[in-house]
């Protein structure tokens, strides 16, 4: 496994490169939707493919319907989240000039790809991989066929469309350095159709939940962009801080105060101690006043937009369609390539 300081200056050098040269780049990124959007999303991934957007680069956007699956035994609000998410997207500024949004469930080709890949990692090499095992903790279950072979059935997220640029938060990085052992081996064993694609490593990849812990939909502790600013005010006014009037950044000793003070932070565009310093003695409930506050301006002209697009029905149904459409003529095209390559062609 390759270090975390060679991922992150390759993923520097590649960010200069996408400034010089968008057109040299195809960005493949999604997204599970196993709930509502919410801050770390957009601090860890939305924000950093808006400025790619604005760079010019084009961009596939996968919500990985299938995955939902690698640890749940129920597709209820798959649906529902899925559609919640295209909503969020486009309030968000995503141009669908420049970006696909599609579901995975939705493209055969894509899935097949899985296949072949398979073959190319061993099953050791699956069982050792730290997002596979972090998921299967966090599970409390059995492993899933499908959990442990996530990290191939995500580089055939990514090499279908021949990404090669994949902008992350850090609890991914390693599911982008299988894909690249994947691309490596069937390059080397069936000649050249892949590229090796860089992990974008975003600038706040690690946005903390309301508890100190990571902003997490399965530890409740999130603030999703779809929430009313009344709704966000409740969740801000539940956190768990302490009895000290004077605020402090001390994630380690106050984890419940740290953590506000982070996300008002990132929405005002400070560092937590400025904030820290501003609230001073105010104590906890001011702290909570001041971080809603930050963050229902901050999400304000969002919500705004994602309420008049959600007045218009069959609009994400459309933006889908199309998605998939797109996406499906791409990874038909990408098979019959890997098809050629492995003469399989009958
Ligand atoms: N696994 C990612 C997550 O948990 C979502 C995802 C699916 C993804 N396919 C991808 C991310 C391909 C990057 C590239 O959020």
Known sequence: MESFATTALRSDAVAAAASQHPEHFRVLTGERP??????GHYFGSIRERLRLQQLGVETFLVLADYQVITDRDTTAHVRENVYGAV?????????????????HSSVPALNQLMLPFLSLVTEAELHRNPTVKAEL????????GLLLTYPVHQAADILFCKGNLVPVGKDNLPHVEMTRVIARRFNARYGEVFPIPDALITSSPEVPGLDGRKMSKSY??????????????????????DQERRITFDPERRPGVSALLSTAALCLGLEPTQV????????S???????????????????????????????VHEV???????????????LTEVREAMRTVY
Do not use: W
């Open 34 to 39: 196993t709930g509502p959007l919410h801050l």
């Open 87 to 103: 909503l969020d997207y486009l309030a968000a500024g995503m141009d669908l000039d420049q970006t696909t949004i599609f579901t």
């Open 137 to 144: 903790a966090a599970s409390g279950r059995a492993l899933s």
């Open 220 to 241: 409740g502790n999130t603030i999703a962009l779809s929430m009313t600013a009344d709704e966000t005010v409740a969740v801000i006014r539940q956190t768990q801080t």
């Open 276 to 283: 820290a310093d501003d609230v001073g003695d105010g104590g």
């Open 285 to 315: 409930s001011e702290l909570k006043n001041v971080t809603a506050m930050a963050v229902n301006e901050f999400l304000g002209p969002l919500r705004k937009r994602r309420q008049q697009l959600a007045v218009h029905e069959g609009l």
């Open 320 to 334: 889908l369609k199309r998605g998939n459409e797109v996406a499906n003529h791409v990874a038909e095209n990408t």
